[in-house]
């Protein structure tokens, strides 16, 4: 899907930009950087220049593939990249899985509320940190 996006968009999406996107896929929890370097250079058998990896990171951010995690400052896919909208993702304090969830009266209320302070909203990434279900089962303590 992101190829295709980047086509429509008239955008590349480099190799090392996919592999980068297909990672965090495949990892499914919120990534950081540095382990992102480290598994890239183990697949690809070669160091890899950490500012090429920032450089892929923010490419893949502002085609909306891939969200910023502030408080663990970590990237997770995004889920919808096809359109714009708030990244809302519920994060596992424990095991790290991240649910990605889409709520458009979430979205109404922000626009709602920036639009009553004149506030102009560039980027929203809304994260819920707590215990997932599958923690929760394991230790219902
Ligand atoms: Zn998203
Ligand atoms: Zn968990």
């Known amino acids: 899907m992101a190829a295709s996006l980047c086509g429509a ?7 090392l930009r996919r592999e980068v996107l297909e990672l965090l896929w495949k990892i499914g929890r919120p990534t950081g950087a540095y382990a992102l370097i480290e598994a890239l250079e183990r697949r690809n058998s070669r160091p890899i ?3 090429t990896v920032y450089r ?6 502002s085609q909306g593939f ?3 995690i502030e408080s663990h400052n970590a990237y997770v896919p995004c889920a919808h990249p096809e359109r714009r909208h708030d990244c809302l993702f519920f994060i596992c304090r424990d095991c790290g899985a991240s649910v990605e969830l889409e709520d458009t009266r979430l979205e109404q209320r922000l626009a709602q509320d920036a639009a009553g302070l004149g ?3 560039t980027r929203r990434v809304v994260e819920v940190q707590g215990i997932c279900a599958s923690c929760t089962a394991a230790d219902p303590a």
């Open 9 to 15: 968009r008239g955008v590349r999406l480099t190799t």
């Open 49 to 51: 220049a950490p500012p």
């Open 56 to 61: 892929a990171l923010d490419f893949l951010m």
């Open 66 to 68: 891939v969200s910023k």
């Open 119 to 121: 506030f102009r909203i």
